[in-house]
């Protein structure tokens, strides 16, 4: 089935450094994107998204210029947290939809997540 | 902000019993989907109901929708130790317009543990 890559899977990094994380579909093109957080047994709350070639749109309360989404291409897409604090910590899940070898319908297909750890 | 509200929050049932895991949304869908997250990964898509569907069947999984409601429902049968997992039900937001936004918003999830 579709694939999406996500990388790196976990980070620590020092508090004021940015953090750079990337979500590529592997074998389908992702019109859109989708970025995540989630906190430990809580729900995904969707942060932005972002069609391939145009300016993100971000979730009410969400800073998009501590939140930088760059979607280049229709097979990536990053999420870059900068100057990054420890209440940054979380756990960041892309989503990209697409259609999978030319599927009538548009499906989601998750990252596997990358773990931010903000010292 | 999330769409949906699952019930229970926490289930904790043996090997061989079923689990019914519930989630309820406040607007108009074009379908509802159910994910499951292992601890500390990513979701894995386990079935899709469009809001014109009552009732969806996918092996041990069965799901139901109730539009008039604003509910569906996920049952797993004849669980086993491996479907330890938190399920999360998904909606496909539609605007004024009944368009879709594309926009996956999940309920709160259910932690489901089962004891061997």
């Known amino acids: 089935g579709a694939v999406v890559s996500q990388h790196p899977s976990w980070v620590i990094c020092k508090s004021g450094t940015s953090v750079k994380i990337e979500c590529r579909s592997l074998?389908?093109?992702?019109?859109?994107m989708f970025w995540y957080r989630q906190f430990p047994k809580q729900s995904l709350m969707l942060m932005a998204t972002s069609n391939e070639g145009s300016k993100a749109t971000y979730e009410q309360g969400v800073e998009k210029d501590k939140f930088l989404i760059n979607h280049a291409s229709l097979t990536l897409s990053t999420l870059t947290v900068t100057s990054a604090h420890p209440e940054d910590s979380s756990f960041y899940i892309c989503s990209a939809r697409g259609r999978y070898r030319g599927a009538l319908n548009y499906g989601y297909t998750f990252g596997s997540g990358t773990r931010l750890t903000v010292v | 902000s999330q769409q949906g509200e699952e019930d229970p929050q926490a289930l904790s049932i043996q090997e061989g019993e079923n689990a019914t895991m519930n989630c309820s949304y406040k607007t108009s869908i074009n379908n509802l989907q159910w994910y499951r997250q292992n601890s500390g990964r990513g979701l894995v898509h386990l079935i899709l109901i469009r809001s014109n569907e009552r009732e969806k069947h996918s092996g041990r999984l069965r799901v139901t929708l109730d539009t008039s409601k604003k509910s569906s429902s996920l049952l797993i049968t004849a669980s086993r130790a491996a479907d330890t997992a938190s399920y999360f039900c998904a909606t496909v937001i539609l605007n004024a317009g009944g368009t879709s936004y594309g926009k996956l918003t999940f309920g709160q999830g259910t932690i489901l543990t089962v004891h061997p």
């Open positions: 074998d389908f093109q992702a019109t859109t």
